[in-house]
């Protein structure tokens, strides 16, 4: 795992969710390289202990939750700030991801995706924003380039991750002027455990790399650098912005390459 230690997040508290794996994964450490304090996130503490692994005791947390769950997600906050003390930075990460046509999608699987998509990050975006009101702190949360346009067999998770996209938009104008900065990062086909089958057999990978214009899939490390800088001082002009982090999917129209 390469190391992303190029800003100073000493004393900071930063909460990851979905930080057992993948994108959440990469973040949570490159978050702790930085000097930070981080707490994260997920249904296995197992893997949240994995991603902790090798850092202070007094420096990690992990809060082993289903986020889908509202009275677990409730007890997310409260448990980060009572044991640093604040929060400084929110990572809402954690995603569940379907891809099946519309008219075979089943009212079950559309609600754990709005679930988990967007009701949690609505309900633990809520809980953290009056206390990053409180450190001047902000909000990152990861998006994805299928929030932002059509794309076949994914219309319930397109749709999830266009709602959070959006909301972070309305509350960066909400909450900017009480020194809140809001932001996303918008990455496109990335390996990690979810897209496992896929990543791993050329054919069916070729479609997906065909629309990125560095000829490869993002890996988890490629989205955690952007994320931190949403969240550092660097950023401290930007709020209400989307970073694509994309290896240039978003550039193109959707036409096959052909050259």
Partial sequence: MSTHNRYAFEGKVVLVTGG???????????????GARVAVVGRRRDRLDETL???PADRVLAVAADIADPAQAADVVPAVVAHFGGLDVFVNNAAAYL???????????WEQLRRTNVDAFVQLAQAALPELEKTGGNLVAVGSVSGQRGDWGQSGYNATKAAVMNFVQSLALDYGA????????????????VTAGMG???ETLAPFVNRIALGRPGEPDDIAPAVLFLASPDAGYVTGATLAVDGGTSASTGQPHVG
């Fill in 20 to 34: 057992g794996s993948g994108i959440g994964q990469a973040i949570a450490r490159a978050f702790l390289e930085n």
């Fill in 53 to 55: 692994a090798g850092h």
């Fill in 99 to 109: 891809n099946k046509p519309f008219a075979e999608m089943t009212g079950a699987e």
């Fill in 200 to 202: 791993d057999d050329p």
């Fill in 178 to 193: 009480r020194g809140v900065r809001v932001n996303s990062v918008a990455p496109a086909f990335t390996r990690t455990e």
